[in-house]
């Protein structure tokens, strides 16, 4: 569900007070000039084209945690599971921010949920794969963790034409080496990590997902988020309002990472 004005005021407020006794500045010591307030998203276009495919990223590890240190921008990447409302809430809360998103999805949640595929992408979003069932990949034989992989691949391609942009383990921070090669083989060339985790999956109240992710955000970091966590959705306005204040931008994993 999404808060109350009353609430999100609150938020706002916890964020602000949070800000005031962190670091406030780009990374390089000056304070982070204000973003102009966000104009509301237009309503997505639907597409007919297919969905960007993985990229090589010459320079970047098969492993990515994080993007250039010195660019102010931050991908918010978010774990596509669980109750769609959910789903639709948070893309709402992100575009009348003008924030863009990544989202990696599980294979069973696109099965279930088949539309949410293209509007993720026809809001300016990204598409990944994280899985098929969501099992714990690194601790699976290889045929088996090839499987979830290339499951979800599919899912993906047969929704969007593409694999998606993306991969990132289940149940896992960072991928095996095992599985790091097999994401590889199914047409992965990097496995996406992130280096800062909100904690939202453990639904501590929105004001501790923004103070996760604000008290170690820093300019080029992938952020961890979940699509079917109601904190999440209240924690979003606020969490994005103080990313914007840092003069921190909210863009894709691929725009963080390319030039």
Excluded: K
Aim: net charge positive; with cysteine.
């Amino acid at each position: 569900m999404v808060s109350s004005p009353d609430r999100r005021d609150a938020l706002r407020a916890a964020a602000a007070a949070l800000a005031a006794g962190a670091l406030t500045s780009c990374g390089d010591g000056r304070p982070a000039p204000a973003r102009p307030s966000a104009r509301q998203a237009a309503a997505p276009q639907p597409r007919s084209t297919p969905a960007p495919a993985p990229r090589s990223l010459p320079g970047l590890p098969a492993q990515i945690e994080h993007g250039p240190r010195g660019a102010a921008r931050v991908a918010l990447t978010f774990h596509g599971n669980g109750d769609p409302a959910t789903a639709h809430a948070v893309l709402r809360e992100a575009e009348r921010a003008d924030a863009r998103l990544t989202v990696l999805a599980v294979g069973t949640w696109l099965d279930a949920h088949p539309a949410l595929a293209r509007r993720i992408l026809d809001g300016g979003h990204e598409l990944g794969n994280h899985t098929q069932r969501h099992l714990d990949v690194c601790a699976m034989p290889e045929a088996e963790a090839y499987a979830e992989i290339t499951a979800c691949a599919d899912r993906l391609r047969r929704l969007t034409g593409s694999i998606g942009s993306w991969f990132r383990p289940s149940r896992a921070r960072h991928a095996t080496p095992l599985v790091q090669r097999l994401a590889a083989r199914a047409g992965y060339p990097h496995v996406l990590s992130y280096d800062v985790d909100s904690l939202d999956f453990t639904s501590p109240g929105a004001a501790a997902v923004i103070r996760n992710v604000i008290g170690t955000v820093r300019n080029g970091s992938v952020v961890s988020l979940h699509l079917g966590y109601a904190d999440t959705v209240d924690a979003l306005p606020a969490l994005l309002e103080e990313l914007a204040r840092r003069g921190l931008r909210a863009v894709t994993t691929t725009e963080l990472l390319t030039p």
